[in-house]
Antibody
Framework: QVQLQESGPGLVKPSETLSLTCTVS?????????WAWIRQSPGKGLEWIGS???????YTNPSLQSRVVTSVDTSKNQLSLKMTSVTAADTAVYYCARDTPYSGLDVWGPGTLVTVSS | EIVLTQSPGSLSLSPGDGATLSCRAS???????FAWYQQRPGQAPRLLIYGASNRATGVPDRFSGSGSGTHFTLTISRLEPEDFAVYYCQQYGSSVRTFGQGTKVEI
């Protein structure tokens, strides 16, 4: 079955760049669908960060657009997230998910906690 | 951007009770692109309902979704202990996906 797994540093310093990778297994990213990043600050709700199609089309949350870059590496079957100039407000659990046109976010990774602190 | 507002913020219920959760959109949403998710403590969200009324694979039939336009509802007919969780609505019909703020169903 399709599985997603996030990975990356658990601690990032303020003003630096957060970089995360999501490895997809059981499905080839190049077969289709968008692939999304979502985050959840401690004790808060879900915030959609952005979604990217394997061939390049990208949608990004306008509130984060100036700091976020998402990409897909079909050779590694991975998606990645880069967020620049992070602050403590970016401390959150970051999830990746498959973003389907009619079934929403149907498969999620377990999430990875990123803490922004010096 | 479509804003989704969920109500109530929390529900205190007992196993066996029924629950009705509401989600209102700031503008009309196609029912084809509306979903509900369940999040248990310490877990990732799980897709429950897509297309406003379609249960995802493995979701028990005590969960049902309905609605159209700007008002959508998630109904849980008889709460089981594992149903006590936070529920989020989401629209994915626009290029900017949005979530509601969540409804916590607690014992």
């Amino acid at each position: 079955q399709v599985q997603l797994q996030e990975s990356g540093p658990g601690l990032v310093k303020p003003s630096e760049t957060l970089s995360l990778t999501c490895t997809v297994s059981g499905y080839s990213i190049s077969s289709g669908y968008y692939w999304a990043w979502i985050r959840q600050s401690p004790g808060k709700g879900l915030e959609w960060i952005g979604s990217k199609y394997h061939s390049g089309a990208t949608y990004t949350n306008p509130s984060l657009q100036s700091r976020v870059v998402t990409s897909v590496d079909t050779s590694k079957n991975q998606l990645s997230l880069k967020m620049t100039s992070v602050t403590a407000a970016d401390t959150a659990v970051y999830y990746c998910a498959r973003d389907t046109p009619y079934s929403g976010l149907d498969v999620w990774g377990p999430g990875t906690l990123v803490t922004v602190s010096s | 951007e479509i804003v989704l507002t969920q109500s109530p913020g929390s529900l205190s219920l007992s196993p066996g009770d029924g629950a009705t959760l509401s989600c209102r959109a700031s503008q009309s949403v196609s029912s084809s692109f509306f979903a509900w998710y369940q999040q248990r403590p310490g877990q990732a969200p799980r897709l429950l309902i897509y297309g406003a009324s379609n249960r995802a694979t493995g979701v028990p039939d005590r969960f049902s979704g309905s609605g159209s336009g700007t008002h959508f509802t998630l109904t849980i007919s008889r709460l089981e202990p594992e149903d006590f969780a936070v529920y989020y609505c989401q629209q994915y019909g626009s290029s900017v996906r949005t979530f509601g703020q969540g409804t916590k169903v607690e014992i």
